[in-house]
Nanobody, 120 residues
Framework: VQLVESGGGLVKAGGSLTLSCAAS????????MGWYRQAPGNQREFVAV???????SYGDSVKGRFTISRDNGKSTVYLRMGSLKPEDTAVYYC???????????????WGQGTLVTVSS
C-alpha cells in the first residue's frame, strides 16, 4: 500500500492551495485519513484528520482556515488550505489507517511529503 501526495508548491500569503493524497494497493477499507506537517527544525505537527464516518478534527493553528475532506470512491483525502501564512510553510505529510487484512488488521501508512512554501 502507498499514499501519494500532490498539490504542494509556492503561494503568496493570503492565498490558497489544495493538497491531495491518494491511497493505492490492496486496501479493504480506510479508517482515518489525515495530514501532518513539519517545518524545518520543528517536530511533526498534526494538521487535520477525517474519519470513516466523516468526522473532522483540526489543529489549533489551522482551525477556520483549512478544510479536510475525503472521496471514499477514489480513496483520496484533500486538504484545502486558505488564508495561508508564512508560518504554514512546511512539508505536508498524508497519513492513513488502512484496513489491509481480512480480519480487520490495519496498516498505518505515510506519504512521502509535499512541500508547501508561503511567501510574505
Amino acid at each position: 500500500v502507498q499514499l501519494v501526495e500532490s498539490g504542494g508548491g509556492l503561494v503568496k500569503a493570503g492565498g490558497s492551495l489544495t493538497l491531495s493524497c491518494a491511497a493505492s494497493g490492496v486496501i479493504l477499507g480506510i479508517n482515518s485519513m489525515g495530514w501532518y506537517r513539519q517545518a524545518p527544525g520543528n517536530q511533526r505537527e498534526f494538521v487535520a484528520v477525517v474519519t470513516s464516518s466523516g468526522s473532522t478534527s483540526y489543529g489549533d493553528s489551522v482551525k477556520g482556515r483549512f478544510t479536510i475532506s475525503r472521496d471514499n470512491g477514489k480513496s483520496t483525502v484533500y486538504l484545502r488550505m486558505g488564508s495561508l501564512k508564512p508560518e504554514d510553510t512546511a512539508v505536508y505529510y498524508c497519513n492513513a489507517e488502512l484496513v489491509t487484512g481480512l480480519r480487520g488488521s490495519t496498516t498505518n501508512a505515510w506519504g512521502q511529503g509535499t512541500l508547501v512554501t508561503v511567501s510574505s
